[in-house]
């Protein structure tokens, strides 16, 4: 029997946020979860309030400025940031520095490589703090990372796309079955929650309905967290991310060439093996390739593939839900895993 | 054969009007448009960028910042303000001194009580003025009030939801088939568009897709419209709005009860005889009550219904796209009958 | 501690049969649920492969053709049905005469009156045990009727529009609150799942996406429903449906009158006092109204309310899940009723 | 002034004869279109009772059963065939027999190279005319091959996928500036009405809403029309069509490698002279690809690209509505090539 600890969650007012605030009230180690904003302007509110789907189970949360001393006095143990990402660059060494075990949601603390990093333009107060805690902030995908994750202080959760392709990829990599130098494309699609709660003309429902369209191409900032922890260069991983008119889910569309001699039995059988202790990667038959509604509400990732008859050519699907899988169901995971609870609490 | 005239469109970067944009386009006896808006931050712009949908037909189409001047020198016609009330309500009075001929899209000028026009709390620069336009702006329903329309110098555009009800209800109130002192009840359903192109929490795609809810319940702008066009009191109409995960499209279920003796023959006849010389309300059997989609991008109002075996309950369903026939279509149907061209030309 | 229980699915393929195994799966007292179907060309299949969104948690369940020695060798102790009204009818009879507790999820049992009954034209093969099974059923609204549904061998589960529009009118009108002679009018609109999952034109995502239309006027079966439960006639409460392009979820618009001095506050007070027990009732203050989303993938019927300033309109807003409290998750709150578990087990 | 011409449609009641039904009514050189079903169990009807958004212009099509006589009488002109293959496959050969020019919207003739032919399995009565047919049947993308188009008795109009794709790639690969050896990848995502207007578990709106789902990867018969006109062979063009929960609309993303020394200027200048008289191909600049709702209800094919800074890799982004340019609209046009119309005549 586990004891029982207590989990703060700051940023609990967007979608990643009240997602891992539901799943965290259902948790059964951990204790009604501490609420916290980091807004200026923003005004003290009731979780059910916000999230009138909760109320119930959730009347009586209330949401509440952040600050150090709340976080002591409430005895946290495991502090969840669901902020911007200069908003956790800015609280994460802080946080570490008092004690606490850290996962953060954000883009903050997901590149090991000072180029890649480059792109979000931080500006640390404490550059020398900042760059030992990049140095050993644990990337946050528990099937691929756990003894890590286990001994971290600060688990950088992956990001949505992040999470899909990684997965998706990492098994033929590890295996050597891929003809890495021909380069691999990613294609994925995405529901509109992965843009953030805050209203633009972006996701007004009337743009987004009835639409398609590619966005940041060559450009977007999970191709970086991919290629370094794939062990690719920038050659050989191409990613072009899709708004889909839905709120949830992630459908990516891999494209690899197999080495020679590689069969469709090889690639399933690579795949279940890699996986075969991983609670939440499903592997599919050719039968069926996955789609997103597979995932949506669960903490899984979806796989399948099909080869062409006498290859090498192999699509690829990869399918989960941005906000449990690619957010707050792998934060719970990662904090399963710091803690040492089974990977799945709080997670079936 | 007529002359070409000059419309100009004040606030074409909105929702109402791009779509009237499109339709002046395409409109015979129309020049191109002038387009303007009238926002201090407001950039000029090119049309065909704000809506890549019509590049092409309006490649050339740049939006203007709105002055006198530039209205005067293009030698605008008839000036259609797609502005917000109080735009409408400051610009309106001037245009008409200066001899245009206007139709204001806007809920500025459509109410006769001043009890009603009271819920928008216009504050007038000259109220004399404003008294007095407010008492000779045409109510702008062309199949209920062409003539007032066609000598008007200002058209108070109808709004969408009270233009789906009065056009519904007018016939049999007008026929004395109605057993008005029970109360009629017009539950009205509405898509997104209606809601403007502001981003705001109410119209971000996560929080309308897959959703339903109730708004503005007993305070809803439209109901006086309905009311006052109608020649009901308060107690006899009841409005309820609510917002569908749609882009565009109003139905309208409206409770009524007929007049003792009252057959379902009567009241199909009293529809198709009142709107015989319609070009823009489609009557429809019992057998099949109009669905939104019957009416999107085109300029019909649809309207049908059912009534109990032995009366006297009616159930009244009217449906039409409220960017069109609920705007836009609308307006260049007032335009038509105001500069005497055919009420259908540039909306078949 | 409770002993657990076998539970048995007929008809597990469709919408509320699946719903209904999710939630038998994660039920505390429940052992894994026997699936079976009733088709003639129903093959036996997995329930993962129907619905792999399931897969993990339910890898093993095979859904086997349905026979009563294989019931009675799972040593089932609770029977649900999730069939076609005719195989309901047929199944009942002759379950609880072999002992088996029975919740029914198909129209088959709902109605008492015969005259009502009588649209669906039953064609019982042994009409006097079916007249005692209709007049021993139980029906199956937990919080409007649990003492009944305890004792009952069958529960014949409430519709989904029912449900919503029952719960929201029980209070008030157990309460005398209302003016029943003026009428009731329930404005109600669903998602497609409540159309079943058999591939149709009205099904087919061209017809459903954009638009929105209203069906059954003056003929939905669940309107017999509603008016046997809250006691009114048919002159005093009238139904009309519509089908939302949404996947899931009620909302019923219902426009009541209060009786002569009868506040909002007593209104309040009287919702609030009816359900201070129900688990699953939700009443929102008038600030704010239930919109679908609030009640989606939970077991809440939510309910709130608008009164007119000075009285006597009001317009009452119930919105529910149609799968779970209108199907499923209702069904699993009957069979805790029935075996004596407290009401919220393995619904929260 | 061009005569009038006589159009006559097999198929009228499917989304793609719908869609052809509209254009053509409105089309200012042809005669009211004489509609026709060539089903066994197809009841005449009216088209506004299944289509009734286009009520009030066709109030009085009748949709009737084919026959060469009524074909013969009406003095059709040009004939369109919205039927299934096999369907086609068998009408085509007679009509050009009796001197009909024919547009065939099905995939019946687009395929010159029998192998490619083989996936559809024609069995054709007259194998020896079927074949003379596929020889001398022009492939119906007028941008691209207007003098055959031209003189041709028999016009196979594209497939909506094909059309996006092969606009998108013939420009490059005509000026040979692509490394196609590397291989291309077309990664395309089409709306539910491509799938046609038969019911299916496939298209059911609880099926689709919500969800993205890759299919018929190495499979789909589109991508033998596009290499076969973009002159690639199977190992250079890869294919893989997802389906949208939109109701129409196609994007395709490509993924090319540009030649050695190829810049994004090179390639923008290409695509501009390429289409430089094309009236229905919009070329985007780089700072905004193309997106689906670009093309809704237009005849535009929507082009826009964006290259990585230093090359070689290009994404390609292509977008049409697949009932108008990927179906309906293009077979208008070809018939205006076929008849010598201006190409815009009825599409504007």
Redesign the interface.
């Known amino acids: 029997m586990h004891a029982t600890v207590q989990p703060a969650v700051v940023g609990a007012t967007g979608?990643t946020g009240a997602e891992l605030t539901r799943l965290l009230i259902k948790h059964p180690h951990c204790r009604t979860p501490l609420l916290l904003h980091d807004r200026e302007d923003g005004a003290a509110g009731d979780f059910a309030?916000l999230y009138?789907?909760s109320?119930?189970?959730a009347r009586a949360l209330s949401i509440e400025r952040f600050a150090w001393d709340r976080l002591r006095d409430s005895g946290t143990d495991v502090l969840f940031l669901c902020t911007p990402h200069e908003v956790s660059r800015r609280l994460a060494p802080e946080a570490v520095e008092r004690g606490y075990r850290v996962v953060d949601l954000s883009g903050a603390w997901r590149l090991k490589n000072a180029a890649n990093r480059a792109v979000y333009a931080f500006a640390d107060a404490n550059p020398v703090a900042a760059s030992l805690l990049d140095a050993s902030a644990a990337y946050g995908i528990p099937e691929l990372n756990a003894p890590e994750i286990a001994g971290a202080r600060l688990v950088a959760n992956a990001g949505c796309y992040a999470t899909s392709v990684i997965l998706a990829l990492a098994a033929w990599i590890d295996g050597g079955l891929l003809e890495l130098e021909?380069?691999v494309?990613c294609?994925a699609?995405s529901?509109?929650?992965g843009a953030g709660?805050q209203?633009?003309?972006r996701?007004?429902?009337?743009?987004?309905?009835?639409?398609?369209?590619?966005?940041n191409?060559?450009g977007h900032r999970h191709a970086g967290e991919m290629r370094e922890q794939l062990g690719l260069d920038d050659g050989q991983l191409?990613f072009?991310p899709?708004l889909?008119?839905?709120?949830?889910?992630i459908?990516a569309?891999i494209?690899v060439r197999a080495k020679d001699g590689t069969r469709a039995t090889d690639l399933a059988a690579c795949l279940r093996e890699f996986y075969a202790r991983a609670s939440f990667l499903?592997v599919?038959g050719s039968a069926?390739?996955?789609?997103?509604?597979?995932?949506?509400?669960?903490n899984?990732c979806?796989v399948g593939f099909?080869?062409?008859?006498d290859g090498p050519?192999v699509?690829l699907?990869s399918c989960l839900d941005n906000l449990v899988k690619g957010a707050a169901g792998q934060a719970v995971q990662n904090m399963n895993v710091m803690l040492g609870f089974d990977q799945t609490e709080g997670l079936?």
Not at 205 to 212: D, I, K, M, R, W
Not at 288 to 298: A, G, N, V
Request: proline share 9%.
């Open positions: 979608y309030e009138p789907q109320a119930g189970s021909h380069g494309i294609d699609k529901g509109v929650s709660k209203p633009t003309a996701t007004h429902f009337v743009e987004v309905s009835g639409n398609l369209s590619a966005y191409v060559f191409q072009t899709h889909l008119p839905i709120p949830r889910g459908l569309t494209y499903r599919h069926r390739l996955p789609e997103i509604r597979f995932s949506l509400h669960t899984y979806d099909a080869m062409e008859p050519r699509v699907v079936l």
